[in-house]
């Protein structure tokens, strides 16, 4: 007699059969191929290296969540690109943990490995999140985590599973402020259909709002006295123009959308036919249906009310993907019959054939960019330039002050006992920033490093880094860039080195 407490198939099944294998071997893979392509550092990369050197409770527009996340796992393998890629491939791998596990609430193995895996196909988790994202990579994590509690919740009420959904809340306001948004929509979706309200207001309910505002509290009262400061930049990404009209608004969600769902929506069509979609049946769960249905009606509801009354013409795909990423949940619950569709392996190898092409591309951006012409952030020669600096005379522990925050980054992965700042900030203004650092190293009787690079670096910004220290001539070098192809100009670098004994 066979063990019954061990599900036949789950024993014979050979273990590349199973989601988890493959989560953990593209988790892995990502990171070995981020690890090495290339020493140098994309946009939010360089700003986690830089913001990883103290602990704030807030990093300009962004709360501080993943920061405080980076730092940690600096202590284990130190400010490098190691760090930076256990640390986003982690959360992305627990963002198709958590959506399985809410699938698998509604849903059987096989299609809640579709409808976590079908985020793949979401340009902006599939795709950008890989290339470089950082905030929208854990609020989506913690989005998953949350509709898995809330499934759990309105399937069976227990008091911890509402202490976690609390500190869940708690922790995705802590990782972008836009995560306010889903959960208002998640509770005013459940709280709209009676056996989730019923559910949400069960005994120890009171559990989630109180751990939630613990969590969240010490940042509030830094957001308060921080408001102008926190705001601006993201203000300035939604270009915010009412007297543009609506239609420019509406365009951009449009496309936002769009651009979030449509390759998914076009490869499942393919795998299971129109037909598949088309054939009535009922929903896996009645009530959950009704939540999905509401939520992503309340999520367009409101992207619209930004269009029509505080004037926003601009919306990012990335900034779609915790408001959407449920959405091939809510698909696949919706026809649960295409769970044993014949056409099925099709979608499966499609999901395969995809993830393995992303996992391609990741490895080969920087010869893309190369053949192209078009050097990218990953072209430079971080390991040469800290070379020929040290042989400059660079002694590793004198500060660094770089013309943008991507060099400035991908030096302090090379000299990690440096601080390290980037003199861009037109609030504090170049001669005055440098200008302070030269004389916090005088007073730590340490050297002062400053460094740009010519393919981005602001007019005149030598003039003014120079304007209110010692003079210092500037010297130049010139490095092959990394994987271009013959003839492409060199990396034009340029430094001023105050040893110790010089005084800046």
Known sequence: MTDSTVPRALSSNPIWSRPLFWLVFFTLAHMAVRVAV????KWDEAEQILWTQQLSMGYGSQPPLYTWLQWLVNQVFGPSVLSLAVLKHS?????YAFMYL???EVLDERGAFWASASMLLIPALGWYSVRDQTHTTLVAAIVCAAWWLL???????RALDFALLG???GLGMLAKYSFALVAVAMLLAALSVGVTRRALLSHGWWWAPIIGLLVVLPHAVWLFSHLGEATAETIEKMNIQPEAGWGQGFLSLLAGVAGSLLP???IALWAFRPNGWRT????????MHQVFMRFLALVLLALTGMVLFAGVTNFKGRWMLPLLCVAPLAAFAARPQLQSDPHGRRYSGALFGIALILLAAAGLRPWFSGLRGQVDELNHPAIELAQELRKAGYDGLGTIVASDHMLAGMLRVRFPQALVDA???PQIGVPQCVADHAELSRQAGKGLLLVSRADRMAPGWWEQALSRIAPQPVRFIDLPFRMVREGTPAAHYGYAWYTPVQRP
Do not use: D, E, N, Q
């Not at 959360?91 to 963002?95: G, S």
């Open 38 to 41: 290339s020493p140098a550092l």
């Open 91 to 95: 959360l992305l791998a627990l963002i």
């Open 102 to 104: 809410a699938a698998r």
């Open 151 to 157: 499934l759990r919740i309105a399937r069976k009420p």
């Open 167 to 169: 500190l869940v809340c």
């Open 264 to 266: 998914w929506a076009l």
């Open 280 to 287: 009535p049946a009922a929903p896996a769960s009645p009530v």
């Open 423 to 425: 003199c861009t900030s």
